[in-house]
């Protein structure tokens, strides 16, 4: 299954056009299914572009799966991550984020910020990707100014300007500040990497399709053919036992979202960008089947926040 070590994890990662599963996902799942056995980040793994799988184990999580990023993003993401934490802890920040989210989605000085933010995100195409150790470094001056901030709000006398979006994480009395700084830069970094891929892939699918003006449709299409996200890292916590396969305690499990958005077995002819399928076929079957945030559903123990 690969390198030492590293197993198979370079040719997963490899850069492919997005609107493709890439070669090594393609070649795997027309020689072994789309539930197959690998070794990837370090870790004996099933990779799955199985929409029944996928939905099994979203279904699951914190009982049968945890979340489980690999180690040196545990340095970018910070240990009080919403993708790191589990169980209670999750709860309780995730709760503020999506508080914080909900609340701010509704004031008309939203838009205008997100119009700005999507202005200045088109501006940074024009820059240089960055290093794992560039980001880390990055991320620890982030968390610094924000701690910063945080000191000096809490000297401050109320009502003085108008409140931001630290302002309303910081009403929450129950934080501790290295949870504050998490969720702020939670909030930064899964709204900043997620909306500066999409928001291009938008303009390129709209270039290539100049008929299309139904752009609600094509933002969803866009989603399913840009794959912002093109997998979930999670782990089995005991033995799992789904139709003939039997997970391992302790295998990493990666439902890869890309791999439902492009089964041709659901979405015919899958890597034509056509926004049209979107009327075509009805909407409880397309959100089975086009999951770009990884579940909808708030009764999950661990629900969307984006
Ligand atoms: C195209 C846009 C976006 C896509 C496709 C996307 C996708 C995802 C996915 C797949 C996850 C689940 C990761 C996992 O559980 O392992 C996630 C989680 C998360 N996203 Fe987004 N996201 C988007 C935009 C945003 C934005 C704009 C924000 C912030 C304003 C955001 C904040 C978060 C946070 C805080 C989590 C962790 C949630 C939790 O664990 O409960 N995302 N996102």
């Not at 004996?44 to 489980?68: R, T």
């Not at 209670?88 to 909900?102: D, P, Q």
């Not at 982030?142 to 630290?166: A, C, H, M, N």
């Amino acid at each position: 299954m690969g390198w030492p070590i590293c197993g198979q994890s370079l040719a997963f990662l490899k850069p492919h056009s997005s609107n493709s599963m890439g070669t090594f996902l393609q070649k795997q799942c027309s020689k072994y299914g789309r539930i197959f056995k690998s070794h990837l980040f370090g870790s004996p793994a099933i990779v799955s572009c199985d929409q029944e799988l996928n939905m099994f184990v979203l279904q699951n999580e914190e009982k049968l799966f945890l979340a489980s990023y690999p180690k040196p993003m545990h340095g970018i993401l910070g240990k009080y991550s919403l993708l790191i934490v589990s169980g209670e802890l999750h709860k309780k920040l995730r709760n503020v984020a999506v508080s914080f989210i909900g609340s701010s989605k509704s004031t008309p000085a939203f838009l205008r910020f997100v119009e700005k933010l999507a202005l200045s995100m088109m501006e940074s195409w024009k820059q240089h990707k960055r290093d794992c150790e560039e980001i880390r470094k990055a991320r620890a001056r982030l968390s610094s100014t924000v701690r910063d901030i945080i000191k000096q709000r809490k000297t401050e006398k109320p009502g003085l300007r108008e409140e931001d979006f630290l302002d309303v994480i910081l009403s929450k009395q129950s934080l501790r500040d290295a949870e504050t700084v998490s969720i702020v830069l939670d909030i930064l970094l899964g709204g900043y990497e997620t909306t500066t891929t999409l928001i291009p892939l938008i303009v390129y699918f709209l270039a290539h399709s100049p008929n299309v003006y139904q752009r609600l449709k094509v933002i969803s299409e866009s989603m399913r053919c840009g794959n912002v996200v093109k997998f979930v890292h999670r782990e089995a916590i005991r033995d799992v036992k789904f139709k003939d396969y039997v997970i391992p305690s302790g295998w990493k499990v990666l439902p890869v979202l890309a791999g439902v958005h492009f089964d041709p077995s659901l979405h015919e002819n899958p890597s034509e960008f056509n926004p049209r399928r979107w009327s075509n076929n009805d909407k409880a079957t397309m959100s089975k089947t086009v999951m770009p945030f990884w579940g909808r559903t708030a009764t999950l123990p661990r629900r969307r926040t984006c």
